[in-house]
């Protein structure tokens, strides 16, 4: 489902923009349309923040986030560089490492105020210890953001139990398109999307897709 949007290029997107924008995320959204889980050498990735912006501004995708580890430099960096009408929507983005029920999980939080203070504490480039999931979630949404639970499938705990968990604390979405054996092309994962698709609806969250790059292109994880 393709989306127009109209905004100020040098002005951040709401939450409330990218809200509308993932009711309209299905399976084909990713990687050509939208990708919201990006990573750069800010944080673990290969890849330059510029060039990764120039490859999304290549590709034609009309919306991404950079969700780096800890550190919204990435992000930063690429902002300075989308600068032309046309150029893709650049969300704010970050993923953050937090504990739900007793398992290390990655919250990922898009469409915050950056310059919020509530967010001090996780953009150091460090994991927080103890960091417990409620409170990431909480930060990110005091921010104005969406707060989103990561790759659900990729973690000892199963999803089924994660997905509930983490919607009981007032989470916002899942990443449900997702390539968990880094195909190529990119597509996402069916059994896994299936499943993640059931349990969003059942639990009424938003749904979001990304390649988790981590590589030189933005179309796949490696």
Request: proline share 8%; aromatic share 8%; hydrophobic share 40%.
């Amino acid at each position: 489902m393709l989306i127009s949007l109209q905004r100020d290029p040098c002005q951040t997107a709401s939450a409330a923009e990218l809200r509308r924008v993932l009711q309209g995320i299905g399976p084909l959204s990713c990687p050509w349309q939208y990708n919201f889980h990006l990573h750069t050498r800010c944080s673990d990735g290969q890849m330059d923040p510029v060039e990764l912006a120039e490859q999304a501004r290549r590709h034609g995708l009309q919306g991404l986030a950079i969700t780096d580890h800890h550190t919204l430099k990435g992000y930063q960096q690429a902002r300075a560089h989308l600068d032309r009408p046309d150029d893709p929507i650049l969300w704010p983005g970050i993923e953050i490492t937090a504990n739900l029920l007793g398992c290390e999980v990655h919250i990922l939080g898009y469409g915050f105020d950056p310059a919020d203070p509530v967010l001090e504490p996780y953009i150091q480039g460090e994991q927080v210890p103890g960091l417990g999931a409620a409170e990431a979630i909480g930060a990110i949404q005091a921010a104005g953001g969406l707060a989103v639970l990561a790759h659900p499938f990729r973690y000892w705990l199963p999803a089924e139990v994660l997905v509930p968990a983490a919607a009981a604390l007032g989470i916002d979405g899942l990443e449900v398109y997702y390539a968990y054996k880094n195909p190529e092309p990119w597509a996402p994962s069916p059994e896994e999307t299936a499943i993640g698709e059931e349990l969003a609806q059942t639990y009424g969250l938003l749904k979001t897709c990304g390649t988790d790059s981590h590589g030189s292109s933005i179309l796949r994880r490696i």
